[in-house]
């Protein structure tokens, strides 16, 4: 018997009402990484897979609210920081709502909600120009977008991301139907809340189909950057205070905890280079934008607290700051972070009864060779997740998880990344601007390739499972075919090959059962064209991804004139350009991106199977993949332009269109079974108008000046983005309202999608035939199945029919249909028929279903009788739901003429406390007391409850007590008979009892004590050393069993030493081959758990012997008087090898003898009696670095005047 025996009764009435009578038998996925999520489903597709770690669900009468931690395993950018959860992790489940600002914010007085292109005031929109007389209103609106620098009119809205339980996408305000669109198209209504301009002024209800409602109206805020100097803060996400059920009754409430920090953000380089007039060929930078950090403030709302019906969830962070978070300077004080990872999660009750409790636990990595690294040099990894005991017995149930954790990045300032902002490794790229070759000249920029030994850094490598089984992860970097046309020719490019690209893609999966087994099963993924062949199925989504292209334009060559000194600088006539090429260090697509998808798919994806090292076959996954589409336009000189994408090929992208199983025979592989699915083109369903760029739209126009000759558009350009090399400052003087050409501005409309599933056709292959089944479906204009048809085991067409609320007639629809609609109710089935083709086509009824709803009190929506008939018969009633409570419990319902049953519940109306069979409404509450309806009975009752059955002789009575959020714990049915139920520290059923105690049943839960992933650190007894010095490296293993094997290796570009050991300890001497250093590296491996950690390098410096040469003394074969000074010298110039740090100790030995210690290489001694007749000097040079000792000495002679 399953331990949730209360919610089963809940997920029947939401599946739909059946003609039977129901029987209610109590049964017992921040900000940066959710967004990840919004757009596409991870996948075979693009080669990332599905990794989450179930908590909890929130279960109450009309939500199932899970509650996990899900991984992103695409690939971590070096700038990338973690989240409270761990790097690459997120609570998935939270809903939210993010948002990516194009222009000015939406909600802003001059943004897209409120004037968006009312550029002068008429009320007149620039599409009411465009669609009529383009010409005679075109300088107004340029006038309008040269004075509205920065913030005066808005070219387009905005893109949100919202991520609700089981649904995520995005959505954009339309202006001409002012409603929000869905990106791809959903049913779900987005309502703006909004009082002011503010950006706190801006709230969002959202509705799902099953009516449930969100209200996001708590603010997260960040902070855009216009540049070096100015910036502002803004809302860049919501989260929800409340999530209400359709009818009001029911909900989750959520609280939040404020925590801020301040994140340093590298701007993007850019540079411009364009040929000067009369100078073909000769590039010339003109404007130049250097790197700079900023740091950006971030307000977090960070989730502390979840209410529900019946229990709370409670999440405590950490006491301490996290050690990733920067410290910002300003001038005579610093500014702490206030930001903290997770500590745990716990579950309560009303009670206040723990139900489960998880534990987080973390580490910071750095890069190895940095011995004390800043907090922007750490990177915050999740390690374990423990489930704890309810009680002080037993162990704790845990995940482990074990990251690649070498060739950690210098920091997340590092200049060593690729275009995708992976680590590469080149930390000695002094810029991030790449470099790129174009007609004329070239940049010798920055190596921003893949690079594909590190671009894995600190990736998921494996989980282990509190049951002793684990799974282990092999990720490497994305690839393209060469032949590929969009790559540029600066690009790096395997001609045998494939070409790496930014990303990563899952290479192999391997389960395990247990630590000493083969993989239970292993995948092995292969992105390929086919089975046999080698080159890459993979496509950018963006097919200028790269930053070597024109600033909105591809060569663009304007035919300029001399306009004379007055269009000019006003000190000195200066040279215009042409062939303008902007290079910037963001490879982002033109203009925006209205996605957040992966940028890479694969066309062809081929699974390797096989379990316990035998091979089983494969599996062949096509998809179909569609690049984004670009609006294109026409310059006057011809060239096509490629301007802003609004990702419309995504529409396409990712569709299962074919899967082939092949299993393998002999040394062959048989198809055994092939699967085609058809999608419809998606078209048709509306979309959101924009704008382009103002820059852009500049930039596309030339201008006549009062005599009708062409103004350079770059002229214009440079004047509207403030830089003023026209000497007119006024607009409208310079234009003179004159336009040469028409249709330059570009109107775009992003469409929204979503394409439907046509048919779908099986064939299996078998013995030299085959069967074909075929499944066709159809569909309403909201999206929404309405027919299914395929074919039955007699070859007959059959068909399901299903009605839905928004597919009745609106005049013809009933009060509570209407409600339903209304509330946005409208996923429920209302009716379902079966039809079988017969002759000539012609479809006969088989069944029909139907569930007619009705508006009860407290406005609920429920369902009032089922109806059902067969064949073509009329519909009859069969099941009617008699009353409910004010919750939308049921509390009677009965069969059309039939027996009656009624239901009490309990537990703040959450579960059935009794089901009485075969009674009415009036006869049980006439023989209970206290209260004047069934609802007022609670299981405090329950005695009074109990004696229905002596007084309701004929009534069959079953009565049931639980342990809230964990299960029931006793049912008695009609006849007395009382059944326990027990469970374990976790919550778990454990053992079943009769009435007399007697175990019925009893469940063990073999989990194993498991160990953490085997982690080894190793430290040398001196890193800096020369040859012949006797080093010592020792190893420590954390987390084994004890009974380890250690292997060690030496190397350099010299030599690679290999050495063994059954202790943590290495010792060897160093010798001119290990010259000028050597790194150590030691692998462990756990000889009872067959587990194995490799250790960070630990790098040692070898310098050469110094060679030192003799104590010079000046006035060297003089005779010294008694009373002058004698100077004794090492010259340090001519001292050799060495690391050039020393400590120089003289020692006079004479009757006072005295030791003089000085880092000076030089030392005056007055001659005294006691250096009579002579003395001796000795001098020890120490490498302060090395340790190395030398010792010198020399004898001062030719002393007079001694007694």
């Not at 959202?206 to 502002?232: S, V």
């Not at 139900?355 to 004390?372: A, E, G, P, R, V």
């Amino acid at each position: 018997m399953n331990k949730f025996l209360p919610f089963f009764f809940f997920f029947l009435l939401k599946a739909g009402y059946g003609q039977n009578m129901p029987v209610i038998t109590p049964l017992n996925p921040n900000q940066a990484e959710i967004s990840k999520y919004a757009s596409m489903p991870l996948g075979t597709f693009t080669g990332i897979p599905q990794i989450s770690i179930p908590l909890y669900n929130i279960e109450t009468p009309n939500f199932n609210f899970p509650l996990s931690m899900s991984y992103h395993a695409g690939g971590n950018k070096v700038d990338a920081l973690a989240s409270d959860v761990g790097l690459g992790w997120s609570l998935q489940t939270i809903p939210s709502i993010t948002r990516s600002v194009n222009g000015i914010e939406d909600e802003h007085a001059q943004g897209f909600f409120n004037n968006w292109n009312y550029a002068w005031g008429s009320g007149e929109t620039f599409l009411d120009y465009y669609q009529t007389d383009f010409d005679s209103y075109s300088a107004k609106l340029f006038r309008a977008f040269a004075y509205n620098n920065p913030y005066t009119t808005d070219l387009g809205p905005d893109v949100f991301y919202y991520n609700l339980p089981g649904e995520s996408g995005r959505f954009m305000y339309d202006r001409s139907s002012n409603q929000f669109i869905t990106f791809p198209k959903s049913n779900i209504k987005i309502i703006k809340i909004q009082n002011g301009f503010t950006s706190e002024s801006l709230s969002f209800k959202i509705i799902a189909t099953d009516g449930t409602i969100f209200i996001f109206d708590i603010h997260e805020k960040g902070f855009e950057i216009f540049n070096q100097n100015a910036g502002r803060e803004i809302t860049t996400s919501w989260k929800p205070s409340v999530m209400m059920s359709a009818n009001q009754k029911d909900s989750i409430t959520f609280e939040y905890n404020d925590e801020y920090y301040d994140n340093p953000v590298l701007i993007p380089e850019k540079k411009t280079f364009s040929d000067e007039y009369g100078g073909e060929g000769h590039y010339q930078e003109t404007l130049i934008a250097s790197p700079w950090t900023q740091f950006v403030r971030h307000n977090l709302k960070v989730i502390s607290k979840i209410n529900f019906k019946n229990g709370y969830v409670v999440f405590t962070k950490n006491s301490s700051v996290r050690e990733d978070l920067v410290k910002k300077e300003i001038t005579n004080m610093v500014v702490d972070p206030k930001g903290y990872s997770l500590n745990n999660v716990k579950i309560f009750n009303k009670n206040d009864f723990l139900i489960k409790q998880f534990d987080f636990k973390y580490k910071y990595i750095s890069n190895s060779l940095i011995t004390m690294a800043k907090p922007e040099g750490k990177w915050m990894l999740l390690t374990s997740i423990e489930e704890k005991p309810n009680s002080q017995n037993g162990n704790a149930l845990v995940y482990y998880f074990s990251y690649n954790e070498n060739n950690v990045p210098s920091s997340r300032r590092s200049y060593g990344k690729d275009y995708w902002g992976l680590y590469n490794g080149v930390e000695n790229n002094e810029k991030l601007l790449p470099t790129v070759v174009f007609q004329g000249g070239n940049y010798d920029g920055a190596n921003r390739d893949v690079n594909p030994y590190l671009s894995t850094f600190a990736i998921l490598k494996e989980i282990k499972y509190p049951t002793g089984g684990s799974t282990e992860y092999d990720f490497e970097s994305n690839m393209i075919d060469f032949d590929s046309s969009y790559l540029p020719p600066t690009f790096s490019k395997d001609e045998n090959s494939n070409t790496y690209v930014g990303g990563l893609r899952i290479k192999e999966v391997r389960n395990y059962s247990d630590v000493f087994s083969l993989p239970t099963t292993r995948l092995k993924y292969k992105y390929t064209k086919s089975y046999a062949s080698k080159k890459s199925s993979g496509l950018l989504f963006n097919d200028n991804f790269f930053p070597d292209i024109p600033e909105g334009v591809q060569n663009l060559v304007a035919t300029l004139k001399w306009l004379g000194y007055d269009f000019f600088l006003q000190n000195a006539p200066a040279p215009y350009f042409y062939n303008a090429v902007v290079i910037k260090s963001n490879p982002t697509v033109q203009g925006v991106d209205f996605s957040q998808t992966n940028a890479i798919g694969y066309e062809n994806v081929i699974v390797e199977r096989d379990s316990l090292g035998v091979t089983s076959g494969y599996t062949e996954y096509k998809y179909s993949v569609s690049q984004n589409v670009y609006s294109q336009q026409r310059h006057q000189s011809g060239n096509t332009l490629k301007m802003v994408a609004f990702n419309q090929g995504e529409a396409d992208w990712g569709n299962l269109l074919q899967t082939n199983i092949y299993k393998k025979k002999a040394n062959d592989h048989v198809l055994v079974q092939k699967k085609n699915n058809l999608y419809d083109d998606g078209s048709g369903l509306g979309g959101v108008l924009f704008t382009e760029f103002r820059k852009k739209i500049v930039n596309n126009l030339t201008f006549l000046n009062e005599n009708f000759d062409p103004i350079s558009a770059d002229v214009i350009y440079n004047h509207v983005n403030g830089y003023h090399y026209s000497a007119y400052e006024n607009f409208e003087d310079l234009v003179n309202d004159k336009i040469y050409t028409k249709d330059e501005y570009t109107v775009y409309v992003a469409n929204t999608f979503k394409k439907n599933l046509l048919s779908e056709e099986t064939v299996d292959f078998f013995n030299n035939d085959s069967i074909a089944v075929k499944t066709n479906y159809f569909y309403n204009n909201y999206n929404q199945l309405i027919r299914k048809k395929s074919k039955n085991s007699s070859g007959k067409l059959q068909s399901v029919v299903t009605k839905h609320p928004l597919d009745i007639d609106i005049n013809s629809a009933s009060q509570a249909e209407l409600a339903l609609i209304e509330k946005n109710v409208i996923d429920i089935p209302i009716e379902s028929a079966s039809y079988i083709e017969r002759n000539s086509n012609q479809e006969e009824r088989l069944s029909l279903l139907k569930t007619q709803y009705n508006v009860w009190p407290q406005n609920l929506v429920l369902p009032g009788v089922v109806q059902s008939s067969k064949g073509a018969d009329n519909l009859e009633n069969r099941v009617v739901y008699n009353n409910y409570d004010s919750y939308g419990n049921v509390e009677e319902v009965s069969k059309e003429n039939g027996t009656h049953i009624i239901y009490l519940w309990g537990y703040n109306k959450q579960y059935p406390i009794a089901k009485l069979e075969n009674a009415v409404r009036s006869a049980v509450l006439a023989n209970l007391s206290g209260h004047n309806t069934l609802e007022g009975y609670t299981e405090t009752d329950i005695v009074q409850i109990e004696n229905l059955r002596s007084s309701l002789v004929d009534a069959m009575i079953t009565t049931y007590a639980y342990k809230p959020l964990v299960g029931v714990i006793s049912v008695t049915d009609p006849k007395g008979y009382k059944v326990s139920y027990e469970y374990d520290q976790f919550n778990r059923l454990k053992t079943t009892r009769d009435k007399d105690n007697n175990i019925l049943s009893n469940t063990e839960y073999n989990y194993k004590d498991i160990l953490p992933p085997l982690e080894i650190k190793i430290s040398s007894s001196q890193n800096k050393a020369i040859a012949g010095d006797m080093l010592t490296f020792t190893a420590v293993p954390a987390s084994g069993s004890g009974n380890y094997s250690f292997k060690w290796t030496v190397s350099n570009k010299n030599l690679n030493q290999v050495f063994t050991t059954t202790t943590g300890s290495l010792n060897i001497t160093s010798t001119t081959a290990h010259e000028p250093g050597f790194t150590v590296i030691c692998e462990v491996k756990d000889i009872t758990t067959q587990d194995f950690a490799v250790s960070y390098p630990v790098k040692v410096e070898l310098f050469k012997m110094m060679e030192v040469p003799d104590i010079f003394q000046e006035q060297k074969g003089r005779i010294f008087n008694l009373g002058e000074q004698v100077v004794l010298r090492i010259n340090s110039n001519n001292i050799i090898n060495g690391s050039g740090q020393y400590e120089f100790t003289w020692e006079k030995q004479v009757q006072n003898y005295s030791i003089h210690t000085s880092s000076a290489s030089a030392v005056a001694y007055t001659i005294d009696q006691y250096c009579c007749p002579y003395f001796g000097v000795l001098c020890k040079i120490k490498d302060l670095v090395t340790g190395q000792e030398v010792f010198k000495t020399i004898n001062v002679t030719d002393i007079a005047g001694c007694p």
